[in-house]
């Protein structure tokens, strides 16, 4: 301490007061513009950073989509494997970054939905921020989107984030309620049968 009462720190003492000041900034609350995302989702997409637990071209539950690839950044891979797999994660840290690719019946891209974790962002829906785009980047839905965030709610036990079929299946009913203009997958109503305890409840 100075003679007039100002504390001087030196050192480890310095080093902490720097980390004490980092800690209490708020993280960015603020969600990146859609075009920021998506230089993010194709980062990733050209690495191919597929999901653990995931694999390349996995069933879709619709015709139209009817091959899919999860994919997800460091942040959100690093607690998929701390946890043990994507049932076993309660919350995902803020940051983390999922991303569905969605193919067609001859696996040509047919659309991508992404989520990111965000703090603050929408406390009430799991602070996700919501996205889905067309295959050249163009925005079809962006932020706190309702329909996504109702569906997600379902797996609400693992952070509003499904695991890949055949780990976890919408029954019909519930299937039909949010795709009501869609048909849905031979091969998903396959799974259905095969896998009756995967099915949400």
Excluded at 66 to 87: M, S
Excluded at 167 to 175: C, G, I
Aim: hydrophobic share 45%.
């Amino acid at each position: 301490m100075t003679k007039r009462g100002t504390v001087l720190l030196t050192g480890s003492g310095l080093l902490l007061a720097v980390a004490v000041a980092l800690a209490a900034t708020p993280l960015p609350t603020r969600a990146p513009s859609p075009q920021a995302l998506w230089r993010q989702i194709r980062f990733l997409a050209r690495t191919h950073a597929v999901m653990p637990g995931s694999h390349p071209f996995q069933p879709g539950s619709r015709t139209v989509d009817l091959f899919t690839v999860d994919l997800a950044n460091g942040t959100a891979r690093a607690a998929i494997l701390r946890a043990g797999g994507i049932r076993r994660v309660l919350r995902y840290p803020v940051g983390s970054l999922l991303i569905k690719e969605n193919y067609d019946p001859n696996r040509k891209l047919d659309g991508v939905t992404a989520m990111l974790k965000l703090a603050g962002y929408d406390p009430t829906d799991r602070n996700w921020v919501m996205a889905a785009y067309r295959p050249q980047g163009r925005v079809v839905a962006y932020g706190r989107v309702a329909s996504c965030i109702g569906c997600h709610a379902l797996a609400s036990r693992s952070d509003f984030v499904f695991a890949p079929p055949p780990r976890v299946l919408l029954s019909v009913a519930v299937w039909r309620a949010f795709f009501p203009e869609q048909k849905i997958s031979p091969l998903y109503r396959r799974l259905l049968a095969l896998h009756p305890r995967a099915i949400v409840r």
